[in-house]
Nanobody
Framework: QVQLVESGGGLVQAGGSLRLSCAAS????????MAWFRQAPGKERECVAI????????EYADSVKGRFTVSRDNAKNTVYLQMNSLKPEDTAVYYC???????????????WGQGTQVTVSS
């Protein structure tokens, strides 16, 4: 079983930046595609970014394209989400998880972590 621990969230003004981290333990992290998801109050969880198991290939939701960058360090079992030009509509709890398929769907491999809250003020 894989344990996921997200961190790096916080309160930031619109236009600011944050870098989220997700540390995974319990499996060979480097074998899996990894994705970032978010869930805003009253909304469904959505996948916003995904990175291939060997890095290099990434995909982003239209809502974050050009502003967010996903990366990974397989040696550290960690995936990152650099978020720039943040908007109030980016406010949500952010989660990471593994994905079998390299798409922006919601199918995930492991139990969810606790997530990290990102709040963007206008």
């Amino acid at each position: 079983q894989v344990q996921l621990v997200e961190s790096g969230g916080g309160l930031v003004q619109a236009g600011g930046s944050l870098r989220l981290s997700c540390a995974a333990s319990g499996r060979t992290f480097s074998n899996y595609n990894m994705a970032w998801f978010r869930q805003a109050p009253g909304k469904e969880r959505e996948c916003v970014a995904i990175i291939r198991w060997s890095a290099g290939t990434t995909e982003y939701a239209d809502s974050v394209k050009g502003r967010f960058t996903v990366s990974r360090d397989n040696a550290k079992n960690t995936v990152y989400l650099q978020m720039n030009s943040l908007k109030p509509e980016d406010t949500a709890v952010y989660y990471c998880n593994g994905k079998r398929v390299l798409t922006l769907g919601l199918g995930v491999l492991w139990p969810w972590g606790q997530g990290t809250q990102v709040t963007v003020s206008s």
